[in-house]
């Protein structure tokens, strides 16, 4: 709650320097900013040299454009996820300086050189080919986060030789998020090969009782393996993110 | 639906040794046999060499003893499942000659000598110690139906190394049937290692979002490893049932 | 797992012509192949006689005609499933020698005949005529994998006559393969009727309370039919792989 | 809205032998009558020469008492469901006229004999032995409102010669009350039999995915047979009391 | 299962006129007559003067065309259901002599005129005008099975006084077929002021936790008031077809 | 139910001036009128000095357009929700004296001013940007029933520094509107803040396991902080129309 | 928040009586009170003269009598809720000066007279006899928060004239909780009866589809009547609370 | 996969000193013991310093005794997790020199000073008093595996001022595991508040739409507050291994 904030007012208020009805009207005035349709945390980006992120999803593209333009004002790297195809090709004529990146259906523009803070590798495993959209969304996300990333896909439990072929891809890491659909299996036998913290990303790859992704989520929630942690079906952004917290070099 | 007697009905129809109401009537005395509580097919059980079953589950020790007498006077083997240990006991006091196995919770008479009829071996692998209960009742239940059986117990995803060290017993099966709760990963991981029929049988092991067994039964269902079947929660019975047909000599 | 490949590394490794790093690199190129966009297992296919398989849904027409390329450059049959007519169009364009099935939504390429494998009949029997592309799928996919197959359509349990009328192609039968949506109710009526294994595929046909297969779904996990073994919703292609390995004639 | 009534309220009123106030005041004290713990309709069941009814299940052997008491009292017979052979015994103690039904968990008390009232039978059949309880109760709850019944018991459809054979009994019926756990099939097979108006009851009979009676009751909803209407899950009272009024001589 | 047909069968080759194998060959070619993709059940709409009917959802115009020309050919009338506005316009030019009725998204063609077989009147009472097209096809399906008719829509429980003011109407019916959406309350009000049988039909309508039906359906199972029974969401032909049972003359 | 106006019919039956059948005739015109597609409540529109309302959803442009002519001339105000951008520009056309509130997807026409009946602001909150359509129709619900109105927007608790910073707005409402999707938790931390009745409204809004609101919906009604209640999923109108009531002057 | 507080003690600091660091210790000992397991509000309670409130559910007698004699020693008086009989006789002999109300399940302590503070009567109605216990919980606590309160009890749908004989006492009510199980429809029939707030409550009662208040809880979410809004299942406190907070003097 | 043993076996081979037969046998052999009733993988356990876990749910006090035995004989420490009181006891007896924890249902046994191996603080969070057990599981886990733990308990979010309060605590901690049931909102809260892995724990806590913890998961999974990873039910054990594995030392 922006304590470092809050104590530097409360101290101008004991320093005579700000009256109290003062300071309560500051406190409405804290830096976030109204753009109409979003307000979003700079605090947070800022602080962690995270890039500034905007969820694509249901947002049209003249919203998105006002939000990606006021987020470049600040100076910080942006990050767009969930954008189709047809919205980052409008998106990429607004901002020649933005890269889309299809598999991921993300869009990045940086500002500035991603900076390095992580302790090791975050590696992002898929099971199959249909769960890639996730799983690249995870990779971009925690690249722009300033992680080193790594890659192993398509290595579903049904062919364990593939997996257990790149045993030293697994070992290498700091954290491994594992990207699986169907029946959601892939983050146990990582999890049993590994003694990192996983997690383990839903999709909702799949058909019949598949349920969109709700099998995979209860596959992992019951993972036989301990150290695996969940997140939303999809949600290969907030996996990278949480990988990104996991990965930083100051506890 | 019995076309032997069937046809023998219409041929003596047809030679004039039975007249047309004489068949409708014996169509209705077809040997089953009333016991006041249930009514059971011997029919398939002494076509197939299979034993006779009681569904132990909800009858009383009472119910159970005047089914099993009648079973037993058909001459024929008889194996009870879902026996509790405290109804097992009774049961045993008042038919000596049964055996009752704690760790599947059935009972087994055998009069006779259990002919062999399979191809290969059953095999039936257990993720956890908490699913030995539902594995021994298939094993049981295999063995009890003329098949040569073996077991690989306690062998789950997060510790992928005890079940491949096991991979020349995986291969040496005709039919494996796996059992698992949790996540129900382990028939995805062993349908990839074999080239024989998988029957998956997910229990009721877990607790939150396992749903007395529902993740497993869905993970299951998604397997990503083609020539996996799936059986109702616990039903190690129904698994071995299947499998003996799977292994019979003659299609 | 490969186990010969692995037992021969070993081997080498032992006669000293390969060193412990080489042997290692090895295990890192198993004959499977990179696609970009989908690794494919060669040794099943081969070493079974099946064909090699695409999943139709969910990939593009340009994906799947570099998929399709790689498979028949090995050599094999290829048999892809889910394959909308527009994209069997598309694809019978570019590989003229492709049968699509516009029934079974399955598109085949046969380089060479398909050498017969089975022990017996496998029957497709269904429901309704809405059950029909799943029952199809299952049908071409056994055919393409070296079965005699049969088919019994449209013999629903509110019509009885239907299916009993056709008793014998029923006991003739090796395997027999379900096929029914809304209440699920025929594998239980044919696993009364023969004694062979029965695999229930549960559709998506229905409406309301039918909930896209669930009600067909939990119908045939609970059949009080000993024998049945059930597969996930429209998953025609999975029963008739199942299907296939208890047709084989050796164990 | 015991328009009769209020007829005839509004009748006095225009008479001039009832004020308005009166006439309000009336309306409030319609014969149902409090007992501190329910408040029982008697209107329908004096018209409809059914038995006084009392749902047994968590209610006290005093309450129970209190309430069949009263009911009593109007002279009419009456029917408690749900009555556990505890609280059976205790209440045989203080109704010795009364009749306890263990299967079907009822107790009778006929303090005048039941005038027959139906145009035909009501058949109750039922699928298997665990059924019993749940058929028993629409049994004899049929009986107590007049009908003829008849009943058939233990005909699943897993083998099926056990209802054909009954196919005579199915065809006299005027209305079919039928009784299924586990997948629920039965009535589909049954509507296909009869051209009568059959009334499923899904029972909580099963395990795992049965999910205590949810499996039969989707069945029974997507049944294929067009004319089965369905009641809540073991409510064999329900069955039995819309089959009456279907079963009723005048429409 | 057209015992009829199988008494004659079994007389002939009592009197020596079949031999068994004919008898067998001929139980395989009942009266149903395969359409390519349907068959389709005549006798029963033969038998009890009903419509032949086809489920027009899932089916192309063309394959529509094949089966009622097929239908026609036969000499009944015939009804087709969910059949949407512009299937029906392509109907109606192959089939002039039809009716398209918009509310109820049928198509109808009277080739003799209905006779009416019914007791007395089908009432069609619906909650919200969302609920209409689910109503109408319950009435042109009663009124295709020889039934008078009547309506009462747009009465919902929160506005009882629409209803209570159609007092007379609700008392005059044989059978109640009450449709209605969001929380299906309307069956329990009417079930608890007719003393006839009363067939809830939930409907899709609403948003939200209406969770398309399965409010109202579990609404209606649940009904407090006795002689309620239900069919699947949506169901409106279903629904009337069972109040034609119902309202049959002979019992 | 009218009950003045029935209070009358009883008078005037009881002052000689109305027979029987008169007064029972009626009951059935008492004033709300049949459009054809739809009746509606003008009773307590008019009484409350609420606006007449048309839930748009589901509606055709020409049935709306019938709705509105008929509520107009009433003299009403008149409220339509649920109005798409296409079917609002329509509107429009035909009725230019209305509103179109893009953001709430609502149409308003005010023939008369709106008459401030309230006894204090209704305050509505909502958790993000996605959050806003429905949150909107709450206010202009509201406002159409004569509240005064705020909002505060964009305020989810994981930044709770907004939230607190807009304490005094919070403690001003006499009831607050708090509409949120996702995890649904800022209904919660708002109860745990003010001291008046807060409605909680979940949306639609999210992805995954929000199942379409559901998980909100279930994060409402469990809510820790007591005097919350909970409409349906995307429910801005009722909870505006609850919130009037309860801001209602007179007792 | 305690913002009177937090003014109080920016006050301070402004006038120089209090350091930063003392500010900061100072928001770590607001008034609640560490009991070591449970930690209460008093300050809400205070403020709104509403009782103290202990939730009994799952906690043991003498974690009961700690909380309940802290609250005393406040001063104010205490209800505490899910009181079983057994700890409800405990208590009263630890606290003579209790009150114990079975039918409610309720403990209540007055220290000191209850105020009246609303603006009108709270009615709590509920359907059927088995849902007395939720109804009797929220009339308990509706007392004991100042408001006066009526009842009107076994009200159910099925039979209306129960529930519009009692007109007057609806109308009468300034807020109205409808309590409901089985299929929850009672508060869309009030709803539509009065123009209060009207606050439902399901219950637990039912059995079966009933889902232990699943079906009466979405029936009431989807009510068609507005202005109804809901509490979770057997929720009566809940319902209470929130009731008190609409029947406030002061807005 | 214990490639460090597999790579010593390969390098044997190599060397000559190991022929593959062996090396085939060696793979059997790898150190696991086998119980009887479980099979424990002790690797993992000595590598990274952490105990020796036993699941104490569904396992005898036999079982237990023989288990524990068993891994006190290896030389490390001991954590027992879901131990009720009565097997706590008797488990004390047999193992004196343990420790019960009541409050968290473990049982520790210390054979050498735990070490301490984290980065940082793992801070364990819970909503409610009734969450405390699960809290406190992971709390005694996380200790056992050597971190330094705190606690901050009771700190719901309908009274948000106690988790203010302490928000120093909060910011000093290294991951936090965040506990609570009913609607699950605390980790969104806490989340939003520090910038550090949350880990979020749903409880069973709660009762009706609580659904036995699955609100407050679906909560959890859906939290607006990015960072936060989810794991079961009640699994406060799962939780603290997976912090330990984020707070280890090194990468």
Redesign the interface.
């Known amino acids: 709650?922006?304590?470092d904030r809050i104590?530097k007012i409360?101290?101008e208020?004991?320093a005579?320097g700000k009256?109290?009805a003062a300071?309560?009207e500051e406190?409405?005035h804290?830096p976030?900013e109204?753009l109409g349709?979003?307000?979003l945390?700079h605090h947070?980006a800022l602080?962690?040299g995270f890039p500034e992120v905007v969820f694509g999803?249901?947002k049209s593209v003249a919203q998105m454009e006002t939000i990606i333009a006021a987020l470049l004002a600040k100076g910080g790297n942006v990050l767009a996820t969930r954008v189709s195809p047809v919205k980052g090709k409008k998106l990429l004529q607004r901002f020649p300086q933005a890269v889309y990146h299809a598999d991921a259906r993300c869009l990045t523009i940086e500002q500035h050189p991603i900076e390095l803070r992580g302790?090791?590798k975050i590696l992002v495993v898929c099971?199959?080919?249909?769960d890639?959209p996730v799983a690249a969304e995870a990779l971009v996300t925690a690249r722009m986060m300033g992680n080193e990333t790594e890659k192993l896909y398509?290595v579903?439990?049904?062919?364990?030789?593939?997996l257990?072929?790149?045993?030293?891809l697994l070992?290498q890491a700091?954290v491994v998020i594992v990207v699986a659909g169907?029946?959601?299996?892939l983050p146990?036998?990582v999890?049993?090969?590994v003694?990192?913290?996983v997690?383990a990303v839903?999709t909702?790859?799949?058909?019949?009782?598949?349920?969109?992704?709700?099998?995979?989520?209860?596959?992992?929630?019951?993972?036989?393996?301990?150290?695996?942690?969940?997140?939303?079906?999809?949600?290969g952004?907030?996996?990278a993110?949480?990988a990104s917290?996991?990965?930083r070099t100051q506890?």
Chains 1, 2, 3, 4, 5, 6, 7, 8 share one sequence.
């Open positions: 709650m922006h304590s104590e409360l101290a208020v004991a005579g009256d109290v300071a309560m406190l409405k804290l976030y109204d349709c979003a307000t945390d947070r602080r962690q999803q249901g302790r090791g099971a199959g080919t249909s890639i398509d579903g439990v049904a062919g364990l030789h593939r257990l072929s790149r045993h030293t070992r700091a169907m029946e959601g299996a146990s036998v999890g049993g090969l003694e990192k913290p997690i839903p909702s790859v799949g058909y019949g009782a598949a349920f969109n992704g709700v099998a995979a989520l209860l596959g992992m929630l019951n993972s036989c393996a301990a150290g695996v942690t969940v997140v939303n079906i999809d949600n952004f907030g996996a993110y949480a917290l996991m990965n506890p």
